[in-house]
């Protein structure tokens, strides 16, 4: 039995997951990057039919390794 995250439970396509801002859809590519307008969360692309949308994961510094 998998668990799911109640966060994302009620959020529909098309919305923030961490808000529930409603995001326009438009021509939208998976690995896209876009701002939340109501808590200008970073969000990511995941799916687009229906647009799917994840909190995109914080850019990290490469040191040269």
Do not use: K
């Not at 939208?28 to 799917?52: F, H, T």
Request: glycine share 10%; aromatic share 2%; hydrophobic share 30%.
């Amino acid at each position: 039995m998998q668990v799911q995250n109640p966060m994302t439970e009620s959020v529909t396509p098309n919305q923030c997951p961490l808000c529930a801002q409603p995001v326009p859809g438009g021509n939208r590519l998976v690995g896209e990057v876009l701002s939340c307008d109501g808590c200008s969360a970073e969000l990511e692309v995941v799916g687009v039919n229906p647009l799917r949308l994840e909190e995109a994961p914080e850019v990290e510094e490469d040191w040269g390794e």
